[in-house]
């Protein structure tokens, strides 16, 4: 398999042969004992034809300056399978964080989303599964806390979530002063009692599955 835009290498299944990321700071962080890295983009892979079984793409094509380009290039060097990990928008909206406090916030995240309608076209005939949140992610992504809602109130755990961060602060802040407020007084607690019984949540996650 090879891993596009890999990062430090966090979801990087052991059988990855090769990890294809531009930004030579993530690859530093990836471990001495994963896949070796090329510092490329996606849109332009230097990686030969059908030089893999699989290729995988891991909450990074809203990166990408040209995802039509990317995604052939996956089919170009993956000789079986294509696998995305990525959100519908549409879904995520609905999650209460931005639909009762934040809408500045999904106002970011629908710019910034991939629609699964263009990646539907660009690979005909492709799966997509959803893929629910456990109630207790170790992940810091940004609905990893949907059970968790002082989570968000940590400046800690909000800079790593880039939707937040590309949101315009004034928004962000009279929102998360609502969120602080409705957690204090338990009025969060009341009106999302069906979520605390949930042990996972579809929030828009979502793997699309193609052949290559
Ligand atoms: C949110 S991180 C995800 C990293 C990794 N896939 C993971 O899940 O841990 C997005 C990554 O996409 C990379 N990226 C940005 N533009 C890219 C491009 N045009 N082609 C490939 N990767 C890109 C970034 O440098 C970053 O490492």
Same mark, same amino acid.
Not at 77 to 93: H, M, P
Not at 129 to 148: K, N, Q
Not at 160 to 177: C, D, I
């Given at each position: 398999?090879?891993? +596009?835009?890999?990062?430090?290498?966090?979801?990087?299944?052991?059988?990855?042969?090769?990890?294809?990321?531009?930004?030579?700071?993530?690859?530093?962080?990836?471990?001495? &004992?994963?896949?070796?890295?090329?510092?490329? +983009?996606?849109?332009?892979?230097?990686?030969?034809?059908?030089?893999?079984?699989?290729?995988?793409?891991?909450?990074?094509?809203? #990166? /990408?300056?040209?995802?039509?380009?990317?995604?052939?290039?996956?089919?170009?060097?993956?000789?079986?399978?294509?696998?995305?990990?990525?959100?519908?928008?549409?879904?995520?909206?609905?999650?209460?964080?931005? &639909?009762?406090?934040?809408?500045?916030?999904?106002?970011?995240?629908?710019?910034?989303?991939?629609?699964?309608?263009? @990646? &539907?076209?660009?690979?005909?005939?492709?799966? +997509?599964?959803?893929?629910?949140?456990? #109630?207790?992610?170790?992940?810091?992504?940004?609905?990893?806390?949907?059970?968790?809602?002082?989570?968000?109130?940590?400046?800690?755990?909000?800079?790593?979530?880039?939707?937040?961060?590309?949101?315009?602060?004034?928004?962000? /802040?009279?929102?998360?002063?609502?969120?602080?407020?409705?957690?204090?007084?338990?009025?969060?607690?009341?009106? #999302?009692?069906? @979520?605390?019984?949930?042990?996972?949540?579809?929030?828009?996650?979502?793997?699309?599955?193609?052949?290559?």
């Amino acid at each position: 398999m090879v891993n +596009i835009g890999a990062g430090s290498g966090s979801y990087e299944p052991v059988v990855t042969v090769a990890a294809v990321e531009p930004s030579r700071v993530m690859i530093a962080q990836r471990p001495p &004992s994963a896949a070796p890295a090329v510092q490329a +983009i996606a849109e332009r892979l230097p990686l030969r034809d059908d030089c893999a079984d699989a290729a995988l793409a891991v909450l990074t094509l809203h #990166h /990408w300056s040209d995802v039509a380009a990317g995604v052939a290039e996956m089919r170009r060097v993956a000789r079986r399978r294509l696998v995305l990990f990525t959100w519908d928008a549409q879904a995520f909206a609905s999650f209460w964080l931005l &639909s009762e406090y934040l809408p500045a916030a999904a106002e970011t995240d629908a710019a910034l989303a991939v629609p699964l309608a263009l @990646l &539907s076209e660009l690979l005909p005939g492709a799966e +997509i599964r959803s893929v629910p949140v456990p #109630h207790d992610c170790t992940d810091g992504f940004g609905a990893a806390y949907w059970r968790r809602p002082a989570a968000y109130l940590d400046p800690a755990v909000r800079a790593g979530m880039s939707m937040l961060a590309r949101t315009n602060p004034e928004s962000l /802040w009279q929102g998360l002063g609502r969120l602080a407020e409705d957690v204090r007084t338990g009025r969060w607690q009341d009106s #999302h009692g069906d @979520l605390l019984g949930l042990d996972s949540l579809d929030i828009g996650y979502r793997l699309v599955i193609a052949s290559s």
